[in-house]
């Protein structure tokens, strides 16, 4: 099929950027939409011009390192996928894509499609962790029976692979479905908590430092999250953060 | 407070408490109006008593204004903050394809909502206040009826007041529901709850229209 | 004395570890403020030593090429991680474990390595649960297993199919909360192009900000390499497309050993190729071959058929199927190991039997376990008489508990639905035995240059079981490099920082500018995946599932003169100050561009065929690995000599006291 793909090209993080239009023939269905990129990207350096940056690594929608506006949505139409995993056969011959980096004052733009998310290691460092040592020197793991369906939820929310579709996605580039997510993995396990008073007020202040938007419960992060993490989460993390409140 | 308060999850609180505060004011301001229809006379009991009780004028009257204005300020700044939050705009974006309209637009829907609020002071409560305080007329226990009636003869403030219902239902829909999930209340019975706060949203500003129809028909 | 000294402790089997741990010396706390560590690549080995490292009170530096260490490739690790904890009551043991992985690894790996990895395997789980790694659990609240390939026992604990991500989100957040302390300083979106040897030691690194292009000294006390497997030599693999082996490599082109590069794994369930424009393979978990059965047709008329889209796979009855594996190896049916299961995929394609498009692909079918399920789950729920209907809707939801994530990203890639259809699958390149020698401590030929995860050849042999990277990973990062670093830092108390405007870093910088400016101004003809994709061609055709004698022959002269026009032709646009991915995948190809003659050399050099590495020249009758004992019962060290063709062959003798050397069968 034959596209039209308008990207977004910036040098480096102080340039100014514009959208370029790209004509492009001969893409497959079968092909991902990062790969239908690399055909582009082939034929840019072929004609010796700088090919479009954009961050992938993993290819089968787990590192979280593919990220992408794709026609004003995070990960493009499909839902509960990545960028990577999203394939060109949901699009038809002769549409025009606009591809965008993510957009938000805390994932300042790189380069072209490239964004800077570094604000979310930051969140995690200020509390994401349980203080154990390393050493093995634990209780036996079988030795704290936890209750399935808390296991369960507690993966659910620890899926999240950190690509920030959630940010993207927001109206309000508010990153309380990621922040939210790690603190109900801890909070629905026993090991987390100890430190749960600190940890959600920690992560919350650090998340709030980072200049993210707040939460006006659109509950588009929920639908555009390839993970499909729950706004359960955000109401869990609220909970916790208010009781946090009530004993810091 | 003021610490608790730069938070961004407290804002939000704030925010759901004093909309749910102003929730059930609607609900008890509802009830009495829907008396206009059935009876002049209990009307008017209810509307002297309001109008009369010390707990209400000294109590209960600041701290709706209270929550009137912390509510729509809150709005404004937390609106400020979120817009600030992605300077450089997506060239398209998408919103429909992952949110309701009302949830992305209750500065807006808000909006109206506030200034039919300053056409509601100017129309009731400034007079109000004008008559009782600062004229010091003797109370009259059966002047609110008539009153109510004359403001609905207006068609043009009879369509004002009907539009801004509608922009009340449509942050209503939003925003009830929305603020149990921001005092963290989602859990199994969440669903119920939204379709309480659903019928809530479109019975109250649908009963408001018809009280106000119902005057001006009833009077042409 | 060989230069390839081993460190093996004395003793008992059992008693090796406790009693070297006991033997080692240790750098007391207030000693540890004062030296430097540097780790390079943040998965599961990197991760979790970083952390460790850390904890006891190191400065350490990470570096990783992704934006976060939380990106490294373990996290695409699907099925789960073994641990001899016998929860299950099934007869397992440390030693059983230890048995399981030496006889998987077709008895190529050392057998000390590999009973402290059983030995440790329980306390990795006793850790993650504690850092809250959520597992799956039954309904008692308790730890749930699963089966792996080539064992007979449930040893493995997973999370869905996703524990590689909670494993290492579990060492990440462990790094988390030493990078909140200060006590790791993480340099992300780096990459190591160099390691600096000061008298001989390793003292540092030349890393390349790959936003800014600035090239950087970075110096420390010990070097530790976690860097991963060299699986993208073939281009396609289900490696990230980042994966690459330029920090290994510099190491070894600067002294350290490269042992047994041939021992590929090539992963029997993985997504099939299905055109040109591919970039990657995706793997469909070891776990699903729990529950599905693999097959082809009998009848080479219904593979036609199948092929050209005439027949469906769901009309061919039972007896025109052939499950080859339940039928050639009965005992362990569709849970062989990884090499026997793709080299049986491989020869029934060869045959002509192969089912997609290409003819390269065979069956992964669920109906019998969604059947099997959906009765249980009937019988559960109190129905005596379920209906066919009712027995496969439970029988899908309960396929879709265990598997949900992995049926989904198949349907996703081939737009076919695998609760309706057979998946297809064929064997990918997945995970390398092979890497940086290393002694029982870890540490490779360079002093002060240690090796872990991946990147290491250590525990492994010829063939990785399934479950055991996640175990080796955390093994090494978490329970041994930590104490076995000691060892040598305790020499290092008095060193002081290590300065970076010695003669020694001048020279490695200068060496990687020139490396970098040669690539900038190369000829300009050829794009660097165009020489990427022939490598990878190469290294498939001849060098991938079996391998002969004259295919290797022709592997390293081509890979040669490919190696040498790449270095004339090769067009990197951009420019070498900036964030550059063309420049940052021309260093890495030319990397493997060396690698890849190595490989080719290490296999021809091996007359026999073990685990991963199939010679066509070695097989029994039934087509078979056949090992060679006697001549080949050691490993494979290669010193770099200045071209891969000149590297010198040093031997590490394998010593099995405790285990007796068998012909492997899983028949």
Request: proline share 3%.
């Amino acid at each position: 099929m034959k596209l039209i793909l308008k990207i977004w090209r910036q040098e480096n993080a102080k340039s100014a950027g514009k959208m370029v239009s790209y004509p492009i023939d001969g893409i497959e269905g079968d092909m991902s939409f990062l790969e239908m990129l690399d055909v582009l990207n082939e034929e840019l350096v072929a004609k010796g011009e700088d090919p479009v940056e954009f961050d992938h690594d993993c290819r089968e929608g787990i590192c979280g390192s593919c990220s992408l506006q794709i026609n004003g949505e995070p990960h493009g139409p499909d839902k509960l996928i990545t960028t990577c995993q999203l394939h060109m056969r949901s699009f038809n011959d002769g549409d025009t894509i606009v591809i965008e980096p993510f957009r938000a004052n805390a994932f300042p733009v790189v380069k072209d499609l490239i964004v800077d998310r570094t604000s979310f290691d930051r969140i995690q460092q200020a509390g994401g962790y349980v203080s154990v040592n390393t050493s093995g020197n634990t209780i036996d793991a079988n030795s704290i029976p936890v209750n399935k369906h808390d296991a369960d939820d507690s993966f659910a929310a620890a899926t999240c692979i950190g690509c920030g579709a959630c940010v993207a996605a927001c109206k309000n580039a508010s990153a309380m479905l990621f922040t939210s997510a790690k603190v109900s993995q801890y909070a629905l396990l026993p090991q987390g908590q100890v430190e749960a008073t600190d940890r959600v007020m920690n992560m919350v202040r650090q998340m709030d430092l980072e200049g993210f938007g707040n939460c006006t419960n659109t509950g588009a992060c929920e639908i555009e999250c390839p993970k499909g993490i729950s706004l359960e989460n955000i109401a869990r993390m609220n909970r916790e953060y208010l009781s946090a409140s009530t004993k810091g | 407070m003021g610490g608790f308060l730069k938070s961004s999850i407290a804002k939000k609180v704030a925010m759901a408490l004093s909309g749910l505060f102003l929730v059930l004011f609607l609900l008890q301001h509802f009830t009495i109006n829907l008396t206009s229809v059935i009876s002049e006379d209990l009307f008017n009991e209810l509307s002297h008593f309001m109008g009369t009780n010390f707990l209400v004028q000294a109590i209960l009257q600041p701290v709706l204004i209270f929550g009137v204005i912390f509510h729509f300020v809150m709005g404004f700044v937390l609106e400020a903050k979120n817009r600030g939050a992605r300077n450089i705009k997506y060239v398209k974006y998408n919103g429909s394809a992952n949110s309701s309209w009302m949830s992305r637009n209750m500065i807006y829907s808000g909006l109206v909502v506030l200034a039919f609020l300053a056409l509601h002071f100017y129309d009731f409560w400034v007079p109000e206040i004008v008559h009782k305080y600062v004229e010091s007329h003797p109370e009259d226990a059966s002047r609110y009826y008539g009153e109510l009636v004359a403001k609905f003869q207006d068609p043009i403030r009879v369509a004002a007041y009907c539009l801004s219902f509608v922009f009340l239902s449509l942050h209503l829909l939003h925003g009830f529901s929305s603020s149990f999930q921001s005092m963290g209340w989602n859990n199994k019975y969440a669903k119920g709850v939204r379709g309480i706060t659903v019928a809530y949203a479109i019975i109250i500003p649908l009963g408001f229209i018809f009280i106000a129809l119902f005057h001006y028909i009833n009077n042409l | 004395m060989s230069v390839l000294e081993s460190k093996i402790p004395e003793g008992p089997l059992k008693d090796k570890w406790t009693k070297h741990k006991n033997d080692i010396n240790l750098v007391n706390p207030a000693n540890k403020r004062n030296i430097d560590i540097i780790v390079v690549g943040t998965g599961l080995a990197g991760g979790a030593a970083a952390a460790t490292l850390a904890e006891l009170g190191y400065n350490v530096k990470t570096f990783c090429y992704q934006d976060s260490p939380r990106r490294a490739h373990s996290i695409a690790a699907q099925g789960g991680i073994n641990a001899s904890k016998n929860y299950q009551g099934d007869g397992d043991s440390d030693y059983r474990l230890f048995y399981d992985t030496v006889k998987g690894g077709d008895y190529r790996s050392r057998e000390a390595n590999v009973y402290r990895l059983a030995e440790v395997s329980g306390n990795i789980i006793d850790q993650c649960v504690a850092q809250g790694v959520p597992f799956a659990r039954e309904y008692g609240g308790y730890l749930d297993n699963r089966s792996f390939g080539g064992v007979l026992v449930s040893r493995t604990f997973y999370a869905k199919g996703q524990t590689g991500q909670q494993l290492l989100l579990g060492a990440y957040s462990a790094m988390n909360r030493q990078i909140n302390r200060g006590k790791i300083q993480t340099f992300n979106r780096h990459e190591m192009m160099d390691l600096v040897l000061v008298d001989g030691k390793a003292r540092g690194i030349i890393a390349r900000d790959m936003i800014t292009g600035e090239i950087q000294r970075h110096s420390a006390h010990a070097v530790v390499l976690a860097s991963g497997g060299y699986g993208n030599v073939f281009f396609l693999s289900t490696n990230a497309m980042g994966s690459n082996v330029m920090a290994a490599w510099r190491a070894h082109r600067r002294g350290a050993y490269f042992a047994n590069p041939c021992y590929t794994q090539i992963h029997p369930t993985c997504i099939p190729v299905s055109g040109d424009h591919q970039s990657k393979l995706t793997l469909m978990s070891e776990s699903l071959r729990n529950d599905g059965r693999i097959w082809v047709p009998k009848k080479k008329e219904d593979a036609i058929a199948i092929r050209e889209g005439k027949k469906k796979p769901t009309e061919l009855s039972e007896e025109e199927r052939d499950y080859y594996l339940e039928r050639r190896y009965p005992s362990f049916g569709n849970l062989v190991p990884r090499d026997v299961a793709s080299r049986a995929a491989k020869e029934r394609c060869d045959a002509g039997f192969g089912v997609n498009k290409t003819g390269q692909a065979v069956f992964l079918d669920f109906a019998s376990a969604i059947k099997r399920y959906g009765k249980e789950a009937a019988f559960s729920a109190g129905q005596k008489n379920p209906s066919e209907a009712e027995i496969i809707k439970l029988g899908k939801e309960a396929v879709e508990a265990k598997y949900g994530n992995l049926f989904q990203m198949y349907e996703k890639i081939t737009d076919q639905n695998p609760y309706e259809t057979p998946m297809m699958i064929f064997p990918a390149v997945h995970y390398t035995m092979g890497g940086l020698w290393v002694d029982y401590n870890l540490q490779t030929t360079i002093p002060g240059c240690y090796a872990a995860g991946e990147a290491n050849f250590s525990d492994h042999g010829a063939n990785r079981l399934g479950a055991s990277a996640l175990m080796q990973g955390l093994a090494d990062g978490y329970f041994v490099l930590p104490y076995t670093i000691g060892d040598y830092l305790s020499g290092d108390i008095k060193t002081g920082k290590i300065p970076t405007d010695s003669p020694e870093f001048e020279a490695a910088e200068k060496d990687v500018r020139g490396k970098i400016e040669r690539l900038m101004n190369a000829g300009g003809k050829y794009s660097v995946d165009t020489y990427h994709k022939k490598l990878g061609k190469i290294m498939w055709d001849k060098c991938g599932m079996a391998r002969n004698e004259q295919g290797l022959k022709e592997a390293i002269e081509e890979i040669k003169a490919l190696r040498e026009d790449f270095w004339k032709n090769v067009k990197v646009t951009g420019t070498a100050d900036s964030k550059n991915a063309e420049l940052e995948k021309a260093g890495r190809v030319a990397d493997f561009l060396e690698l890849g003659e190595l490989f080719a050399k290490d296999a021809l050099h091996r007359n026999e065929s073990c685990g991963g590495h199939f010679r066509e020249e070695y097989q029994t009758e039934e087509g078979e690995a056949l090992r060679d004992d006697e001549n080949f019962r050691y490993v494979a060290a290669w010193e770099y000599k200045g071209q891969p063709s000149d590297a010198a062959l040093h031997k590490e003798e394998l010593i099995f006291n405790n285990i007796e050397l068998k012909t492997r069968s899983y028949k």
